[in-house]
């Protein structure tokens, strides 16, 4: 399945970025993107030469992507970051999966009017990074591929013969954009499976098309489709 048939699920508080220099300015936190390896038995095993690869590609493909949209893009290293950046991705980690399962998933908080408003923030303290980094925004991917073993591929075969279902892998995850003034999140998108294959560059073009399909880009541009 291609990246441009992916059905995306998102929600926004903002159609547009400002700034109060010529173009928004987004910090791109190091993705939280992992890759994993199905065993026959469904055991997910970390599989780090996958994970660098992907993580490569797709920091090439949201700088190109960035230019499109009108922004200034700035990418953080990954092993350059201080404490309160560490901080704040697990936050936004735990933020996440909360807006993934009880805004877009059944489970509705009580407050959220059923998930009618869009209201979630990591707090006003990331303005320090907001500072720090002469940031607008701050930008989280996350995001896990699980790929099925030659093992786990026979079993699924094996299976369906004797008419049941053994899934062979799984793509999902997110990506967000934070007010570095606020802490609120002011844009989120859900993918699903087939997002892309970052193993590839032009796989994770299309993994980044789809994460970031709908941002809110700046003033003269307007959200991308």
Known sequence: ??????????????????????????????????????TTGGLPQPHREWTETA?????????????????????LDPNNIGVAESEYDRLHTAVGLTILNHHFGAARLPGKND?????????????????KHNADYALYVYYRDYQASGGR?????????????????????????VDLKS????????????????????????????LFKGIPAAQQHGAIE
């Open 115 to 131: 998930g009618q408003i869009f209201d979630w923030s990591l707090g006003p303290g990331i303005s320090q990074l907001a500072d």
């Open 55 to 75: 993580r490569d590609n797709f920091s090439i493909a949201a700088r190109d992507f960035a230019e499109s949209i009108g922004t200034d893009l700035r990418i």
């Open 153 to 177: 591929v026979a079993f699924s075969v094996l299976a369906a013969a004797l008419g049941s279902y053994v899934p062979t892998g799984v793509e999902q995850g997110f990506a967000s954009l």
């Open 183 to 210: 802490g609120d999140v002011v844009w989120f998108n859900v993918v699903g499976d087939g997002s892309g294959e970052m193993r590839d560059a032009s796989g994770a073009a299309a993994a980044v098309r789809t």
């Open 1 to 38: 399945m291609g990246a441009a048939c992916v059905a995306t699920r998102s929600a926004q508080q903002v159609e547009n970025l400002d700034s109060v220099a010529e173009n928004p300015r987004i910090v791109l936190m190091p993705p939280d993107i992992r890759y994993y390896l199905l």
